[in-house]
């Protein structure tokens, strides 16, 4: 994980002492469901090269919910208000973890895995971070597959969408209907895309884009599919079984022992076939025969998922945390070795398989989901939700929302109180630290390594790498200039092809930046302060402090800077004045709601407010490090440690 010492300093607070509450609790906030923006069946555009992956893996849950209540009583400066027990929350969660049910997963490699689930849910893995993503349907969802990052194919009720590498295309076939569609399966030469459902329905996407329906000559609800090549195809699903597609033709094949439902279905490199089913069935063939095998399961729980290494070994996974491992000859039952998945269900489970760096993820109900290591051999938790920091979070003029996050992460929400999906820009190994509108209903946001990140008014994503590649840390609008900033008084603007450097006079780390019109103010390292004026020239200014400074916001007759020893720093009529200290106190982020009302938040779930002379600090309820806020009207959003968001409560 990325050393984060500019952003998790500790120390006590002030004391804690009582005073009337200065919120009511904002309206409880939805973590389920998607966005409901139309994509529309049309075809797939073009998709434009981007690079993949992340690294900073963090570990952990988001944040937990917790409640501030009236307190009554007074305040002084430099103390934390203690809001006292029960009543109404000074932050909302709006937590990105998970809850649906999910059906399937797959992915291209490591840092591109997919699951999916009900109600629409998509959720996609980049090697470090795991986040949602739109997919334009409330509908559930059964079956992942794909023939590269490019190129991924969701099935489910009576949906069929397509990853494009860019965007969410509806592929539904006019003349499905409200058919099933349960199973997807793409050949290893990634020739088609096989896609099963209810009724015999099997559809081939060939790799023209074009979709055909073949005659499967049965009513046979596909439960699973699996292509050895384009024309050696198998089926599975109900009372035991299974559809074959040789020399052109589909045909019915029972299976030996099998007279209840058959769920899952896996090829291994070699071409054996693995199923599973309802009361512990397992069955395997090499092309020829099917032969049935005992689990060893005294419960005989029933299996849905089956996942093949090699033709001599695989993994099973059901009911009540069934997990059943084929090595040899023989199933014998195993444990999961994590604590919070023991007795879920399992519905999918899919790997690759490369020696110590063979890696399986299995998925099922309420979120549920374990991970295989090769190099341990074991099964551990690993939980449907979103873990990394979050850096920045600000409101676009259009009242979208968007965050930037460790891992390369991008979140967007339609407006303050929607949830947030991730854009799926990929930024390797890439850590964003700031984030801000272009002026022109897109976004820029900047990281480590100099990387710089343009989202266009389409959604399209452009990253660049400046030429020094140093950390950058802030980005704003200055007038019709876009401007970064970052170490070493690093200051760039963007030319609109490459990023030119700018002479700020300092040496320190500058952490961000905030402009009101065409003049912008810089903060960062031991007090530093400089500002841009309209002509694109820097001239340091006084805080009057040492301590570092993390954020500043500005408008029209003010800006307000905040950092350490809970130092809240004001500027008026040219100067900056201390209006608020509190020692011990860490502040990481500010903004400016539609009152006119500043909010400070930082470490530990403590959030500073106030105006002109009059600042005081309150104790949230919450242990969570909170590390920016961005303000839309009155409504405000929190972002901090391990994926969490939060909803300031409307009314001081």
């Not at 860019?166 to 539904?172: F, G, P, Q």
């Not at 990387?451 to 959604?459: P, Y």
């Amino acid at each position: 994980m990325t050393s984060r010492q500019d952003r998790t300093g500790a120390g006590s607070l002030g004391a804690r002492l009582p005073w009337a509450a200065l919120f009511v609790a904002a309206a409880l906030l939805s973590a389920c469901g998607n966005g409901d923006e139309d994509n529309g069946k049309d075809t797939d555009s073009a998709v434009a090269d981007s690079t993949g992956g992340a690294d900073g893996v963090v570990d952990g849950t988001g944040g937990d919910d917790g409640g501030a209540s009236d307190g009554g009583g007074t305040t002084v400066d430099g103390g934390v208000t203690d809001t006292g027990g029960g009543g109404d929350s000074v932050l909302t969660t709006r937590s990105l973890r998970f809850v649906e049910d999910m059906q399937g997963v797959w992915g291209s490699g490591p840092d591109d895995i997919w699951w999916v689930g009900s109600k629409g849910t998509v959720l996609h893995y980049n090697g470090s971070v795991l986040a949602p993503r739109k997919s334009g349907t409330e509908k559930d969802l059964f079956a992942v597959w794909g023939r590269g990052p490019k190129d991924v194919w969701f099935a489910g009720d009576s949906v069929l969408l397509h990853w494009n590498g860019l965007k969410m295309v509806d592929r539904t076939p006019d003349d499905l209907g409200d058919v099933v569609l349960r199973a997807v399966h793409a050949p290893a030469d990634k020739s088609t895309v096989l896609i099963g459902g209810d009724d015999g329905v099997i559809l081939r996407v060939l790799e023209s884009g074009s979709i055909m329906k073949e005659k499967s000559n049965s009513a046979l609800k596909i439960r699973e599919i699996r292509a050895i090549n384009a024309g050696n195809v198998w089926a599975i699903g109900d009372k035991g079984q299974a559809l074959r597609l040789s020399g052109g033709t589909w045909s019915s094949v029972p299976l030996p022992k099998a007279n209840a439902d058959l769920h899952g279905l896996a090829l291994s490199p070699g071409g054996r076939l693995y199923t599973v089913g309802v009361d512990g069935y397992v069955a395997a063939t090499e092309g020829k025969l099917w032969e049935a095998s005992l689990t060893n399961d005294p419960k005989s729980r029933d299996l849905f998922g089956v996942w093949a290494i090699s033709e001599k070994e695989a993994w099973a996974v059901g009911k009540d945390g069934a997990l059943i491992h084929h090595l040899g000859t023989k199933w014998n039952l195993t444990d999961i070795d994590g604590t919070y998945m023991k007795t879920r269900t399992f519905r999918s489970v899919w790997g690759i398989a490369d020696g110590d760096d063979t890696f399986a993820f299995a998925v099922g109900d309420g979120g549920a989901g374990i991970r295989f290591s090769g190099a341990t051999d074991k099964w551990l938790d690993f939980r449907a939700e979103t873990t990394a920091h979050l850096n920045a979070v600000t409101p676009l003029p259009d009242g979208r929302m968007v965050i930037a996050g460790d891992g390369g992460l991008l979140l967007e929400a339609k407006d303050d109180t929607s949830r947030f999906v991730d854009l799926g820009v990929a930024v390797t190994g890439t850590n964003l630290r700031g984030v801000a509108p272009d002026g022109a209903k897109g976004f820029w946001a900047v990281g480590e390594s100099g990387v710089t990140v343009h989202v266009d008014a389409a959604g399209t994503p452009t990253v660049h790498v400046t030429q020094g590649g140093q950390r950058l840390s802030g980005v704003a609008l200055v007038g019709k200039d876009v401007v970064a900033v970052g170490n070493g008084g690093t200051a760039l603007r963007w030319d609109g092809k490459v990023w030119q450097s700018e002479t700020t006079g300092v040496q320190f780390n500058l952490s961000a930046i905030a402009a009101h019109g065409d003049t912008a103010w810089a903060v960062g390292e031991f007090g530093t302060v400089v500002k841009r004026d309209k002509d694109g020239k820097w001239t340091k200014e006084a805080s009057g402090e040492s301590f570092n400074l993390h954020r500043v916001v500005a408008w029209a007759d003010g800006a307000v800077a905040v950092g350490d020893n809970g130092l809240v720093l004001a500027r008026e009529g040219g100067k900056w004045t201390k209006v608020f200290e509190s020692p011990g106190l860490f502040l990481y982020g500010v903004t400016r709601r539609g009152d006119g009302t500043v909010v400070a938040v930082g470490w530990k779930g403590t959030l500073v407010v106030g105006s002109g002379k009059d600042w005081k600090a309150v104790d949230s309820g919450l242990p969570n490090v909170l590390l920016d806020v961005g303000a839309v009207g009155k409504s405000a959003v929190v972002v901090g440690h391990k994926g969490g968001i939060y909803q300031v409560a409307e009314a001081l």
